[in-house]
């Protein structure tokens, strides 16, 4: 019953099974005959949602290794399955592959296609986990083919849903999309809620890489209601409590902007008019940063229950994101270094990164905003450029486009910064970024990416001005237009240096402290009083 319901994802049939011989389970004594097939089953009912991953804990330690010595090799795959899966939830990825390699090694000898197509499945979970796309690419393509060539459709297509999932990591959107709708086809007719909610989840983070984020919200909203169905604890329903918030982020960039623009313009006309469409902007920014926050939270408290790394790590990285985006750079900090040191515990290269590219973004700002009195620019500067290099080197530990984009893109615009002004190393970072970065990314990777490119084009017309004056190609400007010319783009750089400080700027300079105020003003660095 147990092995038929997992094959034909009859979900509650299967637990209600499992509840209806609860007693089997107090009672499991590995010497039992069959037990090692019954601990298998029951390890992939936990990875479905039954119970957690402590029964299969206690069941193994009943299978002492005097036990063990006189299993078959059939009972052997089993065990190993089962110890597989703890390792997947302690997320010690490479203790299960190597326990996920002996299994499939025992069950090709012994031709069990249907335990071999399960383990190919976990196996490239494993590999997703750690960033090996390839792998995981090919270990689910081998155990769907094998669960189709056993006559389980359904059981290849809880597999197919993975295999988008690296189609579109792939930057392949389109079969992507193609492959899910043939998954949610077959299992919309189950009750596979973690299954269908999984489909949905991945038409959510399509949409939102292609930038469609009202569709985006609404898959997401869906797999939600799916998962709650099954578990309102499950992980999946955090993971995607999560990937909402970070969209309903992007969605309050989008108001700020509309709301930066409306200001702007008003500003532009002196209007004076009383009634503006930037209040219910502002009331919608507002509401959208309100409910990221509390879809964190609850995230946050189900992967509190599962002591999940990678998961509370992501959950304090949006959360920083959202502080940075307001402005509050000292609070995502903090989340920045959570995230990392929860990375650290599990060596995990893809959070470990992310940390860091969030932290260089959070020193790059405070060395443009010049936060802190008396605060070292130079301190900032090179926790940035350190922050962004070992983000890279984490990177490339991964085949994580997107993450190997974002994570040059920000050592790039570090490298481009006020302070550095490497300007060719920037644009060798940006070539790098740009090759990881296709057209059809519309978030926050792409627009990092841009405003690099921006930043390099506009320093470049700067050394090209520097040139032809250095040739005496002056044109028609006078002797004090070149000498405002050069003054707006030395203070800038100065004041940088200098921490930020007027007064050490007209010191270092030798000029007033009102002509300082005046060109900073001019360029945009400080507000008119």
């Not at 206690?58 to 597989?84: D, W």
């Not at 909610?197 to 869906?222: C, H, K, P």
């Not at 992980?235 to 995607?240: N, V």
């Not at 609850?298 to 002591?307: D, F, R, T």
């Amino acid at each position: 019953m147990l092995r038929e319901s997992i094959a034909c994802r009859q979900i509650q049939a299967g637990l209600q099974c499992l509840e209806n011989n609860r007693h089997f389970l107090l009672s499991f004594r590995g010497e039992a005959r069959n037990a090692p097939e019954f601990l298998g089953y029951v390890a992939q009912w936990v990875d479905i949602g039954y119970a957690d991953v402590s029964l299969v804990r206690e069941l193994l330690s009943r299978m002492p290794p005097a036990v063990r010595r006189l299993l078959s090799v059939t009972a052997y795959v089993h065990v190993h399955m089962a110890e597989a899966l703890v390792a997947m939830h302690e997320e010690e990825h490479g203790r299960a592959i190597s326990h996920l390699d002996t299994a499939l090694l025992l069950a090709s000898e012994i031709e069990a296609r249907e335990l071999a197509a399960i383990v190919n499945f976990w196996k490239a979970r494993c590999h997703r986990k750690q960033g090996e796309y390839d792998d995981a690419f090919a270990h689910t393509v081998r155990g769907r083919d094998m669960a189709l060539d056993c006559g389980l459709p359904r059981m290849a297509a809880v597999m197919r849903v993975l295999e988008s999932w690296l189609q579109f990591q792939r930057g392949k959107h389109k079969e992507a999309l193609s492959t899910l709708r043939e998954a949610e086809t077959v299992l919309s007719a189950t009750d596979d809620h973690v299954s269908v909610g999984n489909i949905l989840s991945t038409y959510g983070r399509i949409f939102r890489q292609e930038g469609r984020l009202d569709a985006s919200v609404e898959s997401f909203a869906r797999s939600i209601a799916e998962f709650r169905k099954q578990d309102p604890n499950h992980g999946s329903l955090a993971r995607t409590l999560a990937n909402m918030a970070y969209v309903k982020r992007l969605v309050a960039l989008q108001l700020r902007k509309r709301i930066d623009a409306e200001t702007a313009r008003r500003r532009r006309k002196g209007t004076g008019e009383t009634a503006s469409p930037t209040s219910a902007f502002r009331e919608r920014f507002e509401t959208l940063r309100q409910e990221a926050f509390a879809e964190l939270d609850e995230a946050a408290g189900i992967y509190k229950l599962h002591m999940n790394h990678r998961g509370s790590g992501t959950v304090h990285l949006h959360r920083g994101f959202l502080y940075y985006d307001n402005g509050e750079l000292d609070s995502a900090s903090e989340e920045a270094a959570l995230a990392h040191a929860l990375g650290s515990e599990k060596d995990d290269y893809i959070l470990k990164s992310r940390a860091r590219i969030l932290q260089c973004m959070v020193e790059n700002g405070k060395l443009e905003e010049g936060i802190e009195e008396g605060g070292d620019a130079r301190q900032h500067a090179q926790a940035a450029i350190d922050y962004a290099r070992e983000a890279v080197e984490l990177a490339k530990h991964t085949q994580n486009r997107r993450l190997l984009a974002r994570a040059y893109t920000w050592y790039g615009l570090t490298q481009a910064n006020e302070f550095f002004d490497a300007l060719d190393a920037a644009r060798e970072s940006m070539n790098v970024a740009a090759s990881y970065v296709q057209t059809d990314f519309h978030d926050t990777a792409w627009d990092d990416l841009q405003a690099l490119k921006q930043r390099l084009v506009k320093s470049s017309k700067v050394h090209d001005v520097l040139q032809a004056w250095s040739m005496g190609m002056v044109g028609d400007k006078t002797f004090q237009q070149i000498t405002e010319e050069f003054a707006a783009i030395v203070i800038p750089k100065v004041w940088e240096i200098e921490g930020c400080k007027v007064s050490r700027v007209a010191e270092r300079l030798s000029i007033s402290p009102k002509k300082v105020r005046r060109i900073l003003i001019q360029t945009g660095r400080l507000r008119a009083q």
